[in-house]
């Protein structure tokens, strides 16, 4: 009966370690980052943004990731952001449905195209990707896992509860 106890709990033991691992995590821009010259609406097209996603900017220190409303997006209105960070690897964690603005406070960047809409939509996300430096400023506590670091608690949970479940069949 307690090797029966001991392989639930190492059954709840994978799903919590798996479920976090569901989370898409977007390095926007890609390659490229945070930067001018990168047309990001083209970039968040065929792309499905869900609560619990993150974003990644990497950028210089002379940018900046600001979120802010609706119209300071659509005017480039710097100084009135939500939150603003500046250094340079900024994860942004995806919490609610709806869409989400960001720019770069530095003086004409705006304008010249360095902002970003995201529609977040309700529901959580089926694939991983890449991760990156978490900045306590624009991100959740949740922790990022990378693809690796997730099939491998994956395959080493399942490697307890094959053992736990060994010699449970054992002691019949």
């Excluded at 926007?28 to 065929?46: A, I, N």
Aim: with cysteine; charged share 10%.
């Amino acid at each position: 009966m307690a090797s029966l106890s001991a392989g639930m709990t190492c059954i709840l033991l994978v799903l919590g370690m798996v479920v976090p691992g569901l989370a898409t995590v977007y390095t926007v821009g890609d390659t490229s980052g945070w930067t001018t010259g990168v047309d990001y609406s083209t970039w968040t097209q065929g792309k499905t943004f869900k609560i619990g996603d993150s974003l990644v900017f990497n950028y210089p220190s002379f940018h900046t990731v600001d979120e802010v409303s609706s119209s300071d997006y659509s005017t480039c209105t710097v100084g009135n952001a939500i939150r603003s960070d500046n250094s340079g690897a900024t994860t942004v964690t995806l919490k609610a449905a709806g869409t989400i603005y960001f720019i770069c406070g530095a003086t004409g960047h705006c304008a010249n195209g360095m902002k970003l809409a995201v529609k977040v939509e309700s529901g959580s996300s089926t694939t991983t990707t890449t991760t990156t430096t978490t900045n306590p400023d624009l991100s959740s506590s949740s922790p990022n896992r990378s693809p690796f670091a997730t099939v491998f608690t994956t395959w080493a949970a399942l490697f307890v509860i094959l053992i736990v479940n060994i010699s449970f069949w054992q002691e019949f």
